[in-house]
């Protein structure tokens, strides 16, 4: 087997032990606001007919779809996003779903797009939305679970940009050409946060607008107001918790994918610097699309790599208590029972707890401990027998203290 043959393609990864359980413990945090908030779990498949995600997300965004033809000849696709796959669930399962269904899901989407620092070809995304509703409140219902979300994981500044596609419409109509649609410009607009206005300027110059209708474009983009429909959710959202200060009216976020119709948002954490970690709204229409029903719907779908990321970096998950608590040794094989018997009762108590499996000495199975990064280690021995108690060892302080099985059990609850 080659070199090429033992490693991630790229921008796929990994993850080893550690990371596993960083983001599963992000993941535990953001579901435990999910399901406070009454959301209903939901998985659909990695691959679906390409004919259902092409065309849903724009020219640009449909380049970065994995599309393949299958051994059966029929044209394929990977997940891209969660968003079109549940919108076909509701069409689908329309008769056997509540009214109001509100959904969460954690999956792994995929996007042929080019890796770089915070962007991947595989990665998980975390969406929540709620259906068959138009009123304002599920708009701030959605923004209020995500805002306690990332509190929940131990965030403590975050800013909700907020705006209305309908603000962007109004704003932008009258630059509308044959060669140039309003979901072009959108797109181009959407890119403000990352390039400059005379980058922009000149990306939809080469789309075909004039250069003077640019410049009037991106000046009536940044001059618009607030709409009613937007103050509204604003005003329902601060009554769910949201404080005010972190609702920020951003008349130039546009959110690029054609769908969306009414109110958009974005997710910024400012003390992390690789763009935003998560983005949604409402798009009441994506559904009757895709399977004739009228059902309108509003959602976000978080950046959960990037909300992992950020949490590493502040220092925000906990390393007690998360993996592995203690190793139990096995002294030699006449005493190996007495160390199953320690491990079992120790798993009893709800103590993580790892039985080494082999006869080796003592320095490798402690070895073996530290390598692991678990805390302590069990020693069980002829003296420790004899006593009808065990050695416990902190194995980042080298104390060692002699007790009972049920003493180390109050101790490590």
């Given amino acids: 087997m080659s070199k090429q043959q033992i490693q991630t393609l790229k921008g796929f990864r990994d993850f080893l032990p550690a990371e596993k359980r960083q983001r599963d413990f992000v993941a535990s945090k953001i579901i435990e606001i999910f399901e406070q908030f009454g959301f209903q779990p939901l998985e659909t498949p990695t691959l679906e007919y390409a004919s259902l995600l092409l065309g849903k997300y724009g020219d640009e965004a449909d380049k970065l779809v994995y599309n393949f033809k299958d051994r059966g000849g029929r044209e394929v696709a990977l997940r891209y996003d969660q968003t079109v796959p549940t919108a076909r669930v509701l069409a689908q399962y ?88 309003i979901f072009s410009i959108i797109q181009s607009v959407d890119k403000l946060d990352k390039l400059s206005a005379e980058d922009v300027m000149l990306e939809l110059t080469k789309k075909g607008l004039t250069t003077e209708n640019a410049k009037s474009a991106l000046e009536k983009i940044a001059q618009a107001k607030i709409s009613n429909n937007l103050a509204e959710i604003i005003k329902l959202s601060q009554q769910l918790g949201v404080l005010e200060k972190d609702l920020v009216f951003t008349s130039t976020l546009a959110r690029g994918l054609n769908y969306y119709t009414g109110m958009i948002f974005e997710v910024i954490l400012p003390e992390y610097g690789s ?55 096995v002294f030699d094989e006449k005493l190996q029972i007495n160390s199953v018997q320690a491990a079992t009762k120790l798993r009893q108590a709800g103590i993580k707890t790892e039985l080494y499996p ?53 101790k490590l609850v």
């Fill in 275 to 329: 763009g935003s970690c998560g983005g949604g709204g409402r798009y009441d229409k994506l559904i009757n699309q895709l399977g004739g029903v009228d059902i309108p719907a509003v959602g976000i779908a978080f950046g959960f790599d990037r909300t992992v990321e950020a949490a590493t970096q502040l220092g925000l998950i906990p390393t007690d208590k998360v993996g592995t608590q203690v190793l139990v040794t």
């Fill in 358 to 410: 082999a006869i080796d000495s003592m320095s490798k199975q402690f070895k073996k401990a530290d390598q692991a990064n678990i805390p302590y280690a069990i020693v069980i021995g002829e003296e420790e027998i004899a006593s009808n108690q065990v050695s416990l060892k902190n194995l980042k302080t080298g104390d060692q203290e002699i007790m009972s099985i049920d003493e180390v059990i109050n």
């Fill in 94 to 181: 329309q008769n056997q779903l509540p009214r109001y269904f509100r959904r969460y899901q954690i999956q792994n989407v995929f996007r042929a797009d080019k890796p770089q620092i915070g962007r991947y070809r595989e990665f998980a995304q975390c969406d929540i939305d709620i259906f068959g509703s138009t009123s304002p409140l599920a708009d701030a219902e959605i923004i209020a679970c995500t805002y306690f979300s990332f509190i929940n994981v131990g965030f403590k500044n975050i800013k909700l940009k907020i705006n209305d596609r309908q603000v962007l419409f109004t704003a932008l109509k009258t630059f509308v050409t044959d060669e140039v649609n």
